[in-house]
């Protein structure tokens, strides 16, 4: 159990390039309806903590995957 909660928690390059993405993604789109809602600080700052939300989720998902294949 604990080497199973160990690897979900660690860090690997996929990660931080999943994590990468989010946060660029999310603050382009944010920034992007920022200017729609007459607030662009608000959406670059809601884009960037969803992106980082989102990729996290993403990299656990992945890693659960990939260890019921095993």
Same mark, same amino acid.
């Given at each position: 159990?604990?080497r199973?909660?160990?690897?979900? &928690?660690?860090v690997?390059d996929d990660?931080?390039?999943y994590?990468?993405?989010g946060?660029?993604?999310?603050?382009?789109?944010?920034?992007?309806?920022?200017?729609?809602?007459?607030? #662009? #600080?608000?959406?670059?700052?809601?884009?960037? /903590? &969803?992106?980082i939300? /989102?990729?996290?989720?993403?990299?656990?998902?992945?890693? &659960? /995957?990939?260890?019921?294949?095993d």
């Amino acid at each position: 159990m604990e080497r199973k909660l160990k690897e979900l &928690l660690s860090v690997t390059d996929d990660d931080i390039r999943y994590l990468a993405y989010g946060i660029g993604s999310g603050t382009t789109i944010g920034l992007i309806l920022g200017f729609f809602i007459s607030n #662009p #600080p608000l959406g670059f700052s809601l884009g960037g /903590v &969803l992106g980082i939300i /989102v990729s996290g989720i993403y990299s656990i998902y992945k890693k &659960l /995957v990939e260890s019921k294949k095993d």
